[in-house]
Structure formats: structure tokens, C-alpha cells
């Protein structure tokens, strides 16, 4: 299926405007480039095209409010300097799969003062000696770098699990707040 008709699909007749998340894994662009996606998408967050023959993000529109880009098993090779200019607030990335090779490449990254999680695994870049301390170094902002810190801590599933207060645990009381009420009557009985 074209890009263009998936992003079709994947509206819902919903206005592009509306739309924060959208997912165009595996479908097909045509000459290697983005097609159907505009600067009408103000509010998308979260923007995945895993598998879709994408050769170049010349075409990528601005998308202000994008954090979290996947962009994985492409055939992207450079050109990421677009990303500081049209989708500023990026905080992950992810490029694994892709053609990149050198570190030249990837320093235009530099300029996403947001960018925490950066993928680049399975990508050519990765055989290169002191392949992590250069990026490391050259993207001083990361925090994770294929899934893990400088130290080799795995990063954790999402970004969420960071910020997890919405379960929080008293020592006296088990499971979850919120659901203690019940427990304590019953132990009160």
C-alpha cells in the first residue's frame, strides 16, 4: 500500500490537525521520499515509518510537537540536518537499519537540544572503532545510545516508566494507592 493511502486510512476521518499518533510501518513510498504528510499534522507527537523504502527526509514536513520518531529499516544515509529545523523537540530516535556510516552524518543531531534516545543499530556506523564514545561525545544531549547509557544501563521501555507515579506503594499497605481502601476494612474487621 502507497504512503499516501495509508495515511488515508490511518485518519479515520479525523481532521490531520486532531491526529497525534501515526503509525505508517511498512507500507510503500514511492521514489524514496515521504508523501502525504504535511504542516497540517501541528499536533502529532509520535510519527513511525519502520519499513517503508525511505530513502531521504527532504519531504518531511514541520511537526512541531514530534517527540518520538521511528524511522527504522529504511535506506536513509544522510540529510538529518531537516530534523533540527522542522521537528525541534525530538526526543527519540530511531535510525537502526538504516545506511548511515559515518559520524558526519550523525553531528547535525547535535542541534536537537531534546534528543535523549538515539537507535542506530544495524546501521553501518556501529562497526566503527570507539563507535558509542563518539557519539557520546559528538551528541553530548543523549542519554541513551542503542538502548543504553555510556555506563551500559538499558534504558527503560518507555519514557513513562520514568515518570511512573501513578502506582506508588506504601510499605504497610500492598498493591497500588487508590485500591487500599478495600484492604484496609477488611484488615480493620
Known sequence: MEMKKRISLELRNRNPSEVAELVLDNCRSV????????????????????????????????????????????????????????????????????????????????????????DLFNCEITNLEDYRENIFQRLSQITYLDGFDQEDNEAPDSEEDDDDDEYEYDDEEPGPRGYEEEGREERRV
Not at 504535511?38 to 511537526?63: C, G
Not at 524511522?71 to 521537528?87: H, P
Request: some cysteine; charged content about 30%; proline content about 3%.
Open 31 to 118: 521514489d524514496g521520499e515521504i508523501e502525504g504528510l504535511n504542516d497540517t499534522y501541528k499536533e502529532l507527537e509520535f510519527l513511525s515509518m519502520a519499513n517503508v523504502e525511505l530513502k531521504s527526509l527532504s519531504k518531511l514536513p514541520k511537526l512541531p510537537k514530534l517527540r518520538k520518531l521511528e524511522l527504522s529499516d529504511n535506506s536513509i544515509s544522510g540529510g538529518l540536518d531537516v530534523l533540527t529545523e522542522r521537528c525541534p523537540n525530538i526526543t527519540y530516535l530511531n535510525l537502526s537499519g538504516n545506511k548511515i556510516k559515518d559520524l558526519s552524518t550523525v553531528e547535525s543531531l547535535a542541534n536537537l537540544k531534546n534528543l535523549k534516545s538515539l
